[in-house]
């Protein structure tokens, strides 16, 4: 018989992976033949452009990328997020300093708590918010004090509502716009007004840039670093999981903040040697420009999905309120019903699946979040089987 080893403190302070069970949930459905519409999670459907998919192969075939990288990345993939930085938000990066490439954010959302925390630090986390914050945090030990994100705020944090010495206390803040799970983006005052509190309570900022390509109606959501002075508080991570549907690949980076940034690569000297050259190479093509058209139509993809969805809901008596960005939309759930009981209704009835917006934060509670990660059709089909349970929306 295996003996049963005890984990470290550290892995027994990691929270629930609260879309785990969900996951298990979805599979049962289908094994027993369901026909299931999954919006639950935040998987990009849609393929990559073939130009960054034929550029992998050929740089598979090369005997260089199967050595070991370099540490801290290929100079020409920094050199391209420092264009891609300056070409798509004007900011000036320094390659060799101001960036670090990573496997995938969720990775880089981990290190930078470790590479910044000790025990009993206040870090700031939006609620709802998106829950791998707090896997990293509760990993080193750091106190989570939470900023709402409230409906009548457009889902922004209101600082000057932020306990005083909280923010103080604060030594670091995470921020992400456009925002997962509610859909909301950010503007260039909010920005400002962060650098401005970050600088008076000497808090280091993180912002998660991940749907950074995602607004709709036209608004392109600024990058955190175009404000001026963001870089001497501050840095961004930007994946490419979801702007180039890339998500399986594990490709994205951190820039700004050169101390931080140089803590990071320190970190992913000891932990990695970098990404696999093939894909250096491959993602340096999905960042010269040369698929930008590709982005261009993968949000309009999006934007008439949101359309599609959001009409057909209101077409049932569901009054929902349409995204303003990311692929994701933040729906009240009626008032009869918790997020989890409206979740479960739809799973059990419908066979739709929904994220329960508690998962995200006690503040998550009274939404639903739904991914526009689906075709037109099914989208619709979904908005059909759900005004087929005679929810009463009012
Ligand atoms: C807000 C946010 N940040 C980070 C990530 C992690 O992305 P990746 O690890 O694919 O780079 C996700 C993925 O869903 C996300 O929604």
């Known amino acids: 018989m295996q003996w049963e080893f005890e984990s470290s403190e550290a892995v027994k302070r990691l929270p629930d992976q609260f879309f785990a069970n969900l996951t298990k949930r979805v599979a049962k459905l289908e094994a027993d033949g369901h026909n299931v519409i999954n919006l639950g999670q935040g998987n990009p459907d849609l393929p990559i452009d073939n130009q960054v998919v034929e550029k992998l192969q050929q740089a598979a075939q090369k005997p260089v990328n199967d050595q070991y990288p370099p540490f801290g ?4 993939f920094r050199e391209a997020v420092a264009d891609f930085y300056k070409r798509e938000y004007d900011v000036d990066l320094d390659p060799d300093t101001e960036v670090a490439v990573m496997i995938g954010s969720k990775i880089g959302l981990f290190e930078v708590c470790q590479c910044m925390l000790n025990p009993h630090d206040t870090v700031l986390l939006p609620n709802p918010g998106y829950p791998d914050y707090l896997s990293g945090v509760s990993f080193v030990n750091a106190d989570p004090s939470f900023m709402p ?4 705020n457009e889902f922004l944090p209101d600082y000057t509502k932020l306990n005083e010495e909280v923010l103080d206390r604060a030594k670091m803040m995470f921020l992400n716009y456009p925002n997962n799970p509610t859909a909301a983006v950010a503007s260039e005052d909010f920005f400002e007004e962060t650098v401005e509190v970050a600088k008076k309570h000497n808090v280091f900022v993180v912002h998660d840039f991940a749907y ?3 607004g709709f109606d036209g608004v392109k959501q600024p990058s955190f670093l ?3 002075g963001a870089k001497d508080i501050g840095i961004e991570l930007y994946t490419m999981s979801k702007t180039f549907n890339m998500a399986g690949w594990r490709v994205a980076f951190a820039v700004g903040n050169a101390s931080v940034i140089q803590k990071i690569n320190l970190l992913q000297n000891h932990l990695f040697t970098s990404l696999y050259g093939a894909i250096q190479e491959a993602a340096t093509e999905a960042l010269s420009g040369s698929v930008d058209h590709f982005i261009q139509e993968l949000v ?14 209101r077409d049932i008596g569901w009054d929902v309120k349409a995204p303003k960005g990311t692929f994701f939309a933040w729906f009240k759930v009626p008032k009869q019903y918790t997020s989890s009981e409206f979740a479960e209704l739809l799973l059990e009835k419908a066979h739709v699946i929904v994220a329960d917006g508690s998962g995200f934060g006690t503040l998550g509670e009274g939404y639903v979040r739904m991914g526009l990660l689906d075709t037109e059709e099914r989208l619709q089909e979904a908005a059909e089987r759900i005004g087929k349970l005679d929810i009463a929306f009012d």
């Open 73 to 76: 990345g290929h100079n020409y």
């Open 149 to 152: 994100l409230l409906e009548e």
């Open 212 to 214: 950074g390509a995602m």
């Open 226 to 228: 175009s404000t001026p």
């Open 300 to 313: 309009a993809t999006y934007e008439k999905r949101r359309n599609v969805f959001v009409n057909s809901l």
